[in-house]
């Protein structure tokens, strides 16, 4: 196989069966919460569920003075990354036009060296909380092979994509090709690991506020 027919291997079969999986590892995984069900509250409400849940969300993404100072260096990084990844993915223009294929429309992009400079950042940012994982005792203990993988499945997509912008080391398909490949990756593990997260944080933290909201507590 030539490396543009493994490039057109991937951005055709290969990126619509990660797509597939994806899309449904994710189903999946929201049906199990939903089948998990929910025990009917018999006591009387005392407080709004929806305005509850919808503060703790908003409340929970924002961290308090004492959790701040106790764990400065974790949520910085932890907020520089999830930016970062967020700027990259979705304000690249390359990555717009993609999306346009996708989906049928797009937004506006951002400058590529605004672009290029988040990606470096995004990356020193994963190697740090890396070598903080590593170095703090309690964190290495409680640290499992999933948290590794997820953090190595995380950071490939941004390394590969900056040595392919740049053409770093060998042709630029066969570069494209390996981006794109650590990307459907990413697809593949997404729904059956940590990173789910991403679509379940803000459902959790709806669900806590809801409750204390219906016992009439603040979350």
Same mark, same amino acid.
């Given at each position: 196989?030539?490396?543009?027919?493994?490039?057109?291997?991937?951005?055709?079969?290969?990126?619509?069966?990660?797509?597939?999986?994806?899309?449904?590892?994710?189903?999946?995984?929201?049906?199990?919460?939903?089948?998990?069900?929910?025990?009917?509250?018999?006591?009387?409400?005392?407080?709004?569920?929806?305005?509850?849940?919808?503060?703790?969300?908003?409340?929970?993404?924002?961290?308090?003075?004492?959790?701040?100072?106790?764990?400065?260096?974790?949520?910085?990084?932890?907020?520089? #990354? !999830?930016?970062?990844?967020?700027?990259?993915?979705? @304000?690249? %223009?390359? /990555? =717009? *036009?993609?999306?346009?294929?996708?989906?049928?429309?797009?937004?506006?992009?951002?400058?590529?060296?605004?672009?290029?400079?988040?990606?470096?950042?995004?990356?020193?940012?994963?190697?740090?909380?890396?070598?903080?994982?590593?170095?703090?005792?309690?964190?290495?203990?409680?640290?499992?092979?999933?948290?590794?993988?997820?953090?190595?499945?995380?950071?490939?997509?941004?390394?590969?994509?900056?040595?392919? #912008? !740049?053409?770093?080391?060998?042709?630029?398909?066969? @570069?494209? %090709?390996? /981006? =794109? *490949?650590?990307?459907?990756?990413?697809?593949?593990?997404?729904?059956?690991?940590?990173?789910?997260?991403?679509?379940?944080?803000?459902?959790?933290?709806?669900?806590?506020?809801?409750?204390?909201?219906?016992?009439?507590?603040?979350?």
């Amino acid at each position: 196989m030539s490396e543009i027919e493994f490039l057109s291997w991937v951005r055709g079969p290969g990126f619509q069966i990660a797509v597939i999986i994806f899309i449904a590892g994710v189903l999946i995984r929201f049906g199990e919460i939903l089948l998990l069900g929910r025990k009917k509250n018999l006591a009387e409400a005392k407080g709004s569920e929806m305005s509850s849940g919808l503060r703790t969300i908003i409340t929970r993404s924002i961290p308090d003075k004492t959790t701040f100072q106790r764990s400065t260096f974790t949520l910085v990084a932890g907020y520089i #990354f !999830h930016i970062g990844i967020f700027v990259t993915l979705f @304000l690249f %223009a390359p /990555h =717009i *036009l993609m999306f346009k294929e996708v989906i049928g429309f797009g937004w506006p992009s951002i400058p590529t060296p605004i672009i290029d400079a988040t990606a470096v950042v995004t990356i020193i940012a994963l190697l740090a909380v890396l070598a903080h994982r590593m170095s703090n005792t309690v964190l290495k203990f409680l640290s499992t092979k999933e948290d590794y993988l997820v953090w190595l499945v995380t950071i490939l997509p941004l390394i590969t994509g900056y040595i392919a #912008f !740049h053409r770093i080391g060998t042709t630029a398909p066969t @570069l494209l %090709a390996i /981006h =794109i *490949l650590s990307v459907e990756l990413l697809l593949v593990i997404f729904p059956f690991t940590k990173l789910m997260h991403s679509f379940t944080v803000a459902l959790s933290r709806w669900y806590n506020g809801a409750i204390s909201g219906y016992r009439g507590v603040e979350s």
